[in-house]
C-alpha cells in the first residue's frame, strides 16, 4: 500500500508556471506507476500525465502535451509535474495516483489507479 500526499498547487497568472509535488510513503514506490489527473468545477476527472515506474516512458493529454512535463526520482519517493504557460483552462483539483506493477507501457487510465492523494487546487486566472 501507498500513501500519496501532493503539494504546490497555488494562484498563478496565466502563462506562468507551477511545479506539483506528490511525494509517496512506502519502500516499493519504484514498482509503482504514477499518473497525474485533475478535476475543475463541473467537470468529471480527467487524465494529465503519466509515467511508468522506471520513468522511461511518459504520456499526456493532448490539452497539457508541450506545456506539462511529468518526471520521477524514485530515490526521493516522488513524482512532479512541470506546468508551463498555464491557462485559464487548467483550472482544477490535481490528483496524483499511483498502480502498483512494472508495466512496460504508461497508464492512463483513472480506472486503473489504486491509489490517490488528496488533491491540491491550482488556480490560473487570466
Known amino acids: 500500500q501507498v500513501q500519496l500526499v501532493e503539494s504546490g498547487g497555488d494562484l498563478v497568472q496565466a502563462g506562468g508556471s507551477l511545479r506539483l509535488s506528490c511525494a509517496a510513503s512506502?519502500?516499493?514506490?519504484?514498482?509503482?506507476?504514477m499518473g497525474w489527473f485533475r478535476q475543475a468545477p463541473g467537470k468529471e476527472r480527467e487524465f494529465v500525465a503519466a509515467?511508468?515506474?522506471?520513468?522511461?516512458?511518459?504520456a499526456y493529454a493532448d490539452s497539457v502535451k508541450g506545456r506539462f512535463t511529468i518526471s520521477r526520482d524514485n530515490a526521493r519517493n516522488t513524482v512532479y509535474l512541470q506546468m508551463n504557460n498555464l491557462k485559464p483552462e487548467d483550472t482544477a483539483v490535481y490528483y496524483c495516483?499511483?498502480?502498483?506493477?512494472?508495466?512496460?507501457?504508461?497508464?492512463?487510465?483513472?480506472?486503473?489507479?489504486?491509489?490517490w492523494g488528496q488533491g491540491t487546487q491550482v488556480t490560473v486566472s487570466s
Open positions: 495516483a499511483a498502480n502498483f506493477g512494472r508495466y512496460p507501457s504508461v497508464v492512463t487510465d483513472s480506472k486503473l489507479y489504486a491509489y
Open positions: 509515467i511508468t515506474w522506471s520513468g522511461g516512458s511518459t
Open positions: 512506502g519502500r516499493t514506490f519504484s514498482s509503482y506507476a
